[in-house]
Each structure stands twice: as structure tokens, then as C-alpha cells.
């Protein structure tokens, strides 16, 4: 998991550097008709993108080219069940657009943001888009900015992608969110660990109902999400963001 560290790091994966993996755009499995419908010829150009620009930009790491389908690509959109139809939902420190882009190709009814403060990521974000020719929009910044949280705020959903620990998230992403809406976040083995740890923080910040839900897609890895509501804005996240932000500065 990567640390918050003055930026969102978003979902550039370890090993950006590392000489090794296939050079071949790995071929779609069967389920990607399943998954994405109408749009997986979309699917296809997103991996395909990420399988070369992406490499050659640093955003993915050679290592992950054979598994981007199982491990990124549909293990992102497996989370599309749980969003309920034509919600707004932000992707916060979208990096290479994981899982803000697959679930947008999966769920083409949802209103997505992705957001992101590196500049260069947020061009490859903007780059991809135009290519796919999809409804999207990024926005360059951090979730915790006030800007940022005047321009996407009162969300459906927060969803994010191997950002921080599971309270430094809540933090950041409570104040994008409208009262009753949800943080869904992608998290690894430790998910029921991290609730546990970081129940009093999140109830502090004004979540409710904390839980971990294991889903899949088809031929790929299953996807742990910590699903938490916001019931109410008392919680103080503003000021936890505003001194968070001043700390790093």
C-alpha cells in the first residue's frame, strides 16, 4: 500500500524501472464481453494504452503487463455492483485511471471524476479519455483541496485504488461526499485489519457501518472493498484536512 505523501501517489505500480516482463499488450480474457459489454473494444484499448504509453511513461511497471486484465483492469471493475445507477462517483489519486476508468467503460450510466494532482497524470488521464471518447472528467489536485472539493463535492461515491491507510482515506474523502453517500475503497489482504484499527477514525469523522465486501469479476483477482456510509459532516473532516495539508507543506 503507498503512503500519502505530500501528493495522492496514486496507482503507479511498483517496478516502473524494472527491465523485466512481456513485451506483448496481453490479450483480453473471455469475460471482458461479460464485463464491459458494448464497450469492451474500449477495455481493449485501455489495456492497450496502459501496456504501452503507460509503461513508457512510468505509470505501470513492466512486471505488470501480463496481469493487467486480472489484476487491474477487471479487478477494478468488479466493484461496479455495489454503485447503484447514475450515481457521481470520484476516483481520488486516479494515477493511470484505476478503477475510476474501468468502472466508467463497465458503467457507462455513472457520472465519474477522477482526480489527480500530478500534472503529468492527470495529461495521461486526459489523454486516454479523448482517445476512448468517453464522458469523464478530470480534475488536477488534491481531494482535500478546497477547490477540489467546491468542484466535485456532494459525491455519491469516493472510490479509490491502493492510496493510504484506511483513516488518512476517510479523511480526505468525507468532505467530497454528500451525506449518506459512500466510500468504496479497492484495499488489499488487510482490509478487516485496517477497519478494526481505524474504527474509532472513521466514526470521528463521521462514518457509519464500516464493512468489508469480497467481490470478483471473471478471470481475474478478487477485489476486497471497504464500504463505509456518511452519516453526517460533524465529524470535523475539513479541519482534519486542512491541518493535514498544513503539516506537509
Known amino acids: 500500500m503507498t503512503e500519502h505523501t505530500g501528493v495522492?501517489?496514486?496507482?503507479?505500480?511498483?517496478?516502473?524501472?524494472?527491465?523485466g516482463g512481456d513485451d506483448a499488450t496481453p490479450p483480453p480474457p473471455p469475460s471482458v464481453e461479460?464485463?464491459?459489454?458494448?464497450?469492451?473494444?474500449?477495455?481493449?484499448?485501455?489495456?492497450?494504452?496502459?501496456?504501452?504509453a503507460g509503461l513508457?511513461?512510468?505509470?505501470?511497471?513492466?512486471?505488470?503487463?501480463?496481469?493487467?486484465?486480472?489484476?487491474?483492469?477487471?479487478?477494478?471493475?468488479?466493484?461496479?455492483?455495489q454503485l447503484a445507477d447514475g450515481e457521481s462517483v470520484v476516483d481520488i489519486g486516479s494515477g493511470a485511471g484505476l478503477p475510476g476508468i474501468p468502472l466508467a467503460?463497465?458503467?457507462?450510466?455513472?457520472?465519474m471524476t477522477l482526480v489527480e494532482?500530478?500534472?503529468?497524470?492527470?495529461?495521461?488521464?486526459?489523454e486516454i479519455i479523448g482517445s476512448l471518447g468517453i464522458d469523464v472528467r478530470v480534475i488536477r489536485g488534491r481531494a482535500e483541496e478546497k477547490a477540489v472539493i467546491a468542484e466535485a463535492g456532494e459525491a455519491d461515491v469516493v472510490t479509490s485504488r491502493a492510496v493510504a491507510p484506511l483513516a488518512k482515506l476517510a479523511g480526505w474523502s468525507g468532505p467530497l461526499l454528500r451525506v449518506g453517500g459512500r466510500?468504496?475503497?479497492?484495499?488489499?489482504?488487510?482490509?478487516?485489519?485496517?477497519?478494526?484499527r481505524d474504527r474509532v477514525a472513521l466514526?470521528?469523522?463521521?462514518?457509519?457501518?464500516?464493512?468489508?465486501?469480497?467481490v470478483s469479476a471473471p478471470d481475474a483477482e478478487k477485489t476486497r472493498l471497504v464500504i463505509a456510509t456518511l452519516g453526517s459532516k460533524i465529524g470535523g473532516q475539513g479541519a482534519r484536512s486542512r491541518g493535514s495539508a498544513k503539516r506537509r507543506r
Open 34 to 52: 461479460a464485463v464491459f459489454g458494448e464497450r469492451s473494444g474500449l477495455a481493449r484499448q485501455y489495456v492497450d494504452f496502459l501496456s504501452t
Open 183 to 196: 466510500m468504496v475503497a479497492l484495499k488489499g489482504s488487510s482490509a478487516v485489519e485496517e477497519i478494526e
Open 105 to 111: 467503460l463497465a458503467r457507462p450510466d455513472l457520472q
Open 203 to 214: 466514526k470521528r469523522l463521521g462514518f457509519t457501518d464500516a464493512r468489508v465486501e469480497v
Open 56 to 81: 513508457e511513461r512510468g505509470l505501470m511497471g513492466p512486471r505488470e503487463r501480463p496481469r493487467l486484465w486480472d489484476r487491474h483492469v477487471l479487478n477494478s471493475a468488479a466493484a461496479a455492483p
Open 117 to 126: 494532482p500530478l500534472l503529468r497524470r492527470a495529461s495521461f488521464l486526459e
Open 8 to 19: 495522492e501517489p496514486s496507482r503507479d505500480v511498483h517496478g516502473a524501472n524494472d527491465p
